[in-house]
């Protein structure tokens, strides 16, 4: 049976909430998701967040070009250097820009930090409910849904 996680990551990538913040979050999340189960993870470097079974494609934003291939090479060398530096040259297009800027379907991310509900058991969060997160955390933050 799949496992679907509502992940939450700031979108400031290397950006960590003050340590005060997390239980606060914790809770709140925990009213929005009754059903869930909250996980909340603080990463030594940048991580790749990704979307597990939900991933469709990842295109380049500037002409659409499917990256899929290259951007495993790209991610194995960005890996390496721990994704302290994300950026990129596209390969199809020639354009500056980083790996976190690229056009993933299911969207993905990259963080530090990760707020998560396992099994959440109803859809994204509102524009509302987020903006509620995000007031605690002090930051915007991005939703990614995995499936395993
Ligand atoms: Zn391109």
Avoid at 99 to 110: C, I, M, V, W
Avoid at 139 to 147: I, P, R
Wanted: aromatic share 12%; glycine share 4%; charged share 25%.
């Amino acid at each position: 049976m799949s496992v679907l996680y509502l992940r939450l990551i700031p979108t400031s990538l290397h950006y960590i909430p003050p340590e005060s913040t997390h239980s606060v979050a914790q809770e709140a999340l925990s009213r929005l998701f009754p059903e869930g189960d909250i996980y909340l993870e603080v990463y030594k470097t940048t991580e790749f967040i990704d979307q597990g079974e939900n991933f469709e494609y990842v295109r380049c934003p500037f002409c659409g070009a499917d990256l899929v291939a290259w951007w495993g090479d790209a991610m194995d060398a960005a890996y390496e250097a721990a994704f302290e530096d994300l950026s990129i040259t596209t390969p199809c297009c020639h354009q500056q820009t980083s790996l976190e800027k690229l056009d993933y379907r299911a969207p993905a991310g990259f963080a530090r930090f990760v707020l998560s509900v396992r099994n959440p058991n109803r859809g994204d969060l509102t524009e509302r409910e987020i903006e509620l997160i995000e007031t605690i955390l002090n930051c915007k933050l991005k939703q990614v849904w995995a499936m395993y």
